[in-house]
């Protein structure tokens, strides 16, 4: 079982963090700050498995990770996940992060925080993989982002009215009333 998903930069600020057991705010932080420690000092040409740091569950548990660019992606696993298996899946999830965001950075994490979780949620929930069909992922993606533009266009429904009014142009339409002639009206009118 997948028991945490982390994701932070060369200088330890978390981008995405996901824990699949409860972990206070505070323990949570330190579990950030200790993987980052044990992630981050080593080369890029050793194996990317090691053991889990003492508070995310010692030797129980394996941190698996990768390394692209200017982020570490680290899943906190328990003994019966495949190793390779892992690394097959964060590659999976930096492909489909790569395809909907068009060469994804550190940016894209920060600024559509929420989109990340959706597409890790297709991936992974409470722990468990769903889904490593990339395709299968990147279709369910389109999907929400189609019910997305159509709620937009709801919602933006009574901006469009107000604008439609405003181009009405009504003080001049107001202007080109035409009214009839009151003295002569008033003639017209028999008591």
Do not use: W
Request: charged residues 25%.
């Amino acid at each position: 079982m997948i028991k945490a998903i982390l994701v932070f930069n060369n200088h330890g600020k978390p981008r995405l963090s996901k824990f699949y057991q409860y972990y206070n705010e505070e323990v949570q932080q330190q579990i950030i700050k200790e993987t980052f420690q044990l992630v981050s000092k080593r080369d890029d040409n050793v194996c990317n498995f090691l053991e889990g740091g003492s508070l995310i569950g010692g030797s129980d548990y394996k941190l698996i990770y990768r390394h692209y660019a200017t982020l570490y992606f680290v899943f906190c696993v328990d003994s019966s996940e495949s190793e390779l298996g892992i690394l097959d899946l964060i590659q999976v999830f930096v492909e489909t992060l790569d395809k909907c965001f068009e060469n994804v950075c550190e940016l894209d994490l920060i600024f559509h925080v929420d989109k990340v979780h959706y597409i890790l949620n297709e991936l992974v929930m409470g722990g468990m993989v769903l889904e490593t069909n990339m395709t299968e992922i990147i279709t369910r993606i389109d999907d929400q982002n189609k019910l997305e533009k159509q709620e937009a266009g709801l919602a933006a429904a009574p901006a469009r009215a107000v604008s439609a009014v405003k181009n009405m142009n009504l003080p001049q339409q107001i202007k080109d009333i035409k009214l009839p002639d009151l003295p002569a009206a008033i003639k017209d009118l028999k008591f």
